[in-house]
């Protein structure tokens, strides 16, 4: 089945206009800082220990982790690395160089939970929909809308404390919502993506109190 990639929104979305000027390796930094329990550069030539490619094709080229989707797969790309964590924050660069959208999306031990979607226009948080709830439908919580040119770099930070996501850009996007669902043990970030490259790098991750 495919992921829930790019759905439309469905509850109150609030737009925010902002100029997007690129920066790769932007020093963001999460309010309530803990462990640093990653911090990659990717300058090997394979993924580390702890990174699962379930779908479409992953490896490192000249210092990047890149990405593409596979058309036999019939599936968005997903890569996903085994960092369990409540409250804590990933910080990484991005480079949408051929890619059509990507997901930075995150679970929990039963399913779907939430996820940020960049795309070359805009920036969303959504909260996933619950597929033990036939009533559930994914919810589009907050958006900013702007420019992200494929082939720039830019650099993304998403802060999880108790029931709040916080999402920042390196071009000071914003985005900041609460959800009793939030405050729940997350399985690790994953990375979806449609298209034909995407480029990641300088990826951190810290694990909150």
Do not use: C
Request: aromatic share 8%; glycine share 10%.
């Amino acid at each position: 089945m495919r992921p829930p990639l790019l759905l439309p929104a469905i509850l109150a979305i609030f737009v925010l206009p902002i100029y997007v000027q690129a920066e790769k390796g932007a020093d963001l930094q999460p309010t309530n800082k803990g462990k640093v329990v990653l911090a990659e550069k990717f300058d090997g030539s394979t993924l580390g220990e702890g990174w699962t490619a379930a779908k479409g094709t992953w490896g490192i080229q000249d210092g990047a982790v890149i990405g593409r989707e596979k058309a036999t797969d019939n599936h968005a790309a997903v890569l996903a690395i085994a960092k369990s964590q409540a409250n804590g924050a990933v910080r990484f660069s991005f480079n949408l160089d051929g890619a059509s959208a990507f997901n930075l999306s995150f679970n929990y031990s039963q399913g779907h939970l939430f996820r940020v979607i960049v795309t070359p226009t805009s920036l969303v948080l959504q909260k996933d929909k619950d597929k033990k709830d036939p009533n559930s439908k994914a919810a589009a919580l907050a958006q900013a809308d702007g420019k992200f040119t494929p082939g720039e770099w830019h650099t993304l930070l998403v802060e999880m404390q108790g029931d709040k996501v916080t999402v920042l850009t390196d071009s000071g996007f914003r985005l900041v919502e609460t959800d009793p669902a939030f405050k729940i043990a997350k399985t690790g970030p994953r990375f979806v993506m449609k298209g034909d490259k995407l480029l990641l790098d300088d990826l951190t991750i810290w694990q909150g109190e």
